[in-house]
Structure formats: C-alpha cells, structure tokens
C-alpha cells in the first residue's frame, strides 16, 4: 500500500496513561517504530508534545475513549494534524489486543491514509456543547424531580395532578407548602388557587382530601428545594449561554426561521454541529452521522431491519422534539408530511422523519446563509398529481395505449 504519512503517530489513550507509537518512513520506505508510554497529567501531555515535535510527527490519530481523549487532543491540536476516529472503525484483530499493539495499529492506518477522521469542532463550539449539555442534565434532574414530587403525591392519596394540569404553578406550588406546613383544612388550601383554577374549588379540595405522613412531607420539602434550586441553575446557566453564543446570532436566526426550532433548540444544534458545514460533504453525510437516516443491512439481495443508530443522542433529541413542535404549527409543510406519514408509519417514525428533514434544510441554511422557505400545504398535493399523472400514462403505455396529456380548459 502506499504511504501517505512519512512520520506519524497512533496514540492508545487511557484515564492514567498514553501510549504512543512514531511511525517512520526509513530506507526503502520501510516503517520504523518507537513507542513510548506518557502520563496524563497537565506536564506529562507537553513532553508528549515536545518529543513528537522533535521526531518530525505531522500527523495524530487517536481512538475516542470516554472523555479522556479531551485534554490529549486540546494538547496536541494547535502543532499536528490532530484526528479523533471512533473506535468501531478500526478494530485490531481479535486475540492480539495490548496497548502496544493498539498504537502501532492506529500509527499503521494512519500512514496509509486507511483512517476515516471523525468530527471535531473548533474549541469556542466545543466549550458551547460542554455548557449546553450539562444545561441538559440539570434539566433532567428538575425533570426527574418534578416526577418523584407527583409520585409521592399520589402515593398519599392526593390527587392534585388529575385536577391542575400544571402541579408545580403558582397555584399548586403554594398548595404544595400548605400541605407541608399542615394544619390547614383541604377547603383553606384550595382556596390558594389563582386564575382559571378557582373554577375547580370543589374538586380541588376533594384531591387534597388526603393524610400526609411525616416522612413524605420531608420528602416533598426536600424535593420541592431541589426543584427550585435547579429553576436558579438553569437561569443562571441560559445567561452564561446567552453570552457564549452571541457569536452565532445570525446563523441562530436562521435556525429559528424553521417551524418547530426555538432558541434554545437553535443553540444545542449549533453547539452539536458547529457552523461550518464543510465538516460534512453532503446533506446525507451529515443525517448518516446524526443517525437520523435509515441504516443499510442488505445481504445475498434481501433488505433486513434498517433502523436508525444511536447516532448524537444530544443531536437527534432535539431535531426529534423539534419535529413534534413543527408538527403544531399548522398550514406548514412539516405538519402535513408528519399527518401523512404518521398515518402509514406511525408517529414515532413520522417525527424521525421530519427531524431527517429539517437537518436536511439546517444543511442548506447554514451552507448558503439562507433563511427557511416553507413550501407550503398545498406541495404535497401537487406532487401526488404530477405522480399520479406519470403513473396512470405508464400504465396505459404498457397496455398499447398512447396517450397526451393536455390541462383541461377552466
């Protein structure tokens, strides 16, 4: 095979410890080795640096092992050709599996240009993605929070959540407190209601007919702190987010101008997928690897399961909650291809795509600055004509017919 790289480096990356081969081209191109085992500390990566400068290395590949690649690749981007590939991809063979072996696999692929980088994000959209996505998590726990609150509650026999559609509002926060507090009558606490929920006075006050004991109003205390201490979290974190993505208003806009896609779903899809959509070659390249695309899985001519990978779990999430939102904004064409596909697929796979959609457009958009153009209820109907047209002509061709089409006077 021939050989792309002269002098390179496969590096194994450990939570304590990388090991790493130098791959060079000597006499008669024949390939040399060297490996050398480094720790992970902050000094340990710049000897890392240091000695690879100094043995001619121009390019680095590396698996991407949990989080521990993060500081190795920060380490090393600015002076090589850094690449990160996903461990699936090059596999070494089974029964001659050492770190050794590992590094010098990885050093071999890459010196015969055999290495498919994987995508990487310039370091302001990777420090985007790290805040966004534990801006996720700490909406996970409110989340999980919220859940538990109900779920004690209605293990006491309280059935608030059948009467307020929203258990943690003003109303049902203040009768929350009285039901921790104690020693009000279910009429005094319903009657903390506000707005539109003083019609169900009565009903309300049936729910909270219910004895609370002393380790369930501690329980719901501490849940209902967590709750609101997880509310600040989140307020402070959209600040810092605010700023961080102020860079990226313009191409936010964009994003927001698709039915579904609100600011913050516009955020996470820039800190997912960067900006700069000549990381991906295609609109299709780009769906393949957010998993939002059919899998292939044929073999001896026959098609087996092609459903979807993982994929950017972060990704996917999003453009998934923002195709059943698009799904709302009705006289859209996003809402009437998801009414006709769920129709025949279901919703789960109609919402999968739509999403596969509107990555689609996110490719345009973000490739050629433009805005989204909605194409309108009345597309689909015109496209069923015009195939339904083409359809019947063939048909009537294959019967010996000959046929000419011509639009019937108004």
Not at 40 to 46: E, F, K, S, W, Y
Not at 167 to 187: K, N, W
Not at 233 to 255: H, T
Not at 288 to 303: F, V
Request: glycine letters at 8%; aromatic letters at 6%.
């Amino acid at each position: 095979m021939d050989v792309v790289a002269a002098c390179c480096a496969g590096l194994d990356v450990h939570q304590a410890s990388v090991v790493v081969c130098v791959n060079r081209s000597g006499h008669g191109g024949r390939s040399h080795k060297e490996v050398r085992t480094f720790a992970t500390m902050r000094d340990d990566l710049i000897a890392l640096r240091d000695w690879l400068k100094q043995s001619g290395v121009t390019q680095v590949a590396m698996e991407s092992t949990g989080v521990y690649w993060k500081p190795v690749y920060e380490a090393l981007e600015d002076d090589f050709e850094t690449i990160v590939v996903n461990a699936r991809h090059i596999k070494n063979v089974p029964g001659r599996k050492t770190d050794v072996k590992d590094c010098e696999w990885i050093s071999d692929l890459l010196r015969h240009g055999l290495i498919r980088p994987g995508f990487v994000p310039p370091r302001d959209i990777r420090e985007l993605r790290e805040l966004n996505r534990y801006r996720r998590k700490v909406a996970q726990v409110q989340g999980g929070e919220r859940n538990r609150l109900i779920k004690v509650l209605e293990t006491a026999g309280i059935k608030l959540a059948g009467v307020a559609s929203n258990v943690l509002g003003v109303s049902g926060r203040a009768m929350i407190r009285a039901l921790i507090e104690g020693g009000d009558t279910p009429q005094a606490i319903a009657g903390l209601a506000r707005g539109k929920l003083r019609r169900k006075l009565n009903e309300l006050a049936r729910a909270l007919d219910a004895p609370l004991q002393a380790h369930q109003r501690f329980m719901l205390r501490t849940q209902l702190a967590r709750i609101e201490q997880a509310e600040a979290d989140l307020q402070r974190i959209d600040a810092v987010l605010w700023e961080m993505a102020a860079p990226y208003q313009n191409d936010i806009r964009l994003l927001m101008s698709i039915p579904g896609i609100d600011w913050l779903n516009a955020v996470t899809i820039i800190a997912e997928i960067g900006v700069d959509m000549r990381a991906f070659h295609s609109p299709a390249h780009l769906a393949s690897w957010a998993a939002l695309c059919p899998g292939n899985n044929e073999s001896a001519g026959k098609q087996r399961s092609g459903k979807t990978r993982k994929g950017n779990v972060v990704l996917r999430a999003t453009l998934v909650s923002a195709a059943v939102n698009a799904a709302r904004c009705q006289g859209t064409y996003l809402a009437e291809k998801y009414r006709r596909l769920t129709a025949r697929r279901g919703k789960m796979k109609a919402a999968v795509a739509i999403a596969h959609k509107i990555l689609i457009s996110i490719w345009h958009m973000l490739s050629d600055g433009t805005f989204y153009q909605d194409l309108g209820v009345g597309y689909l109907d015109s496209l069923d004509r015009t195939r339904n047209a083409r359809h019947l002509v063939r048909r009537l061709a294959n019967m010996g017919f000959e046929v000419q089409l011509r639009e019937k006077a108004a």
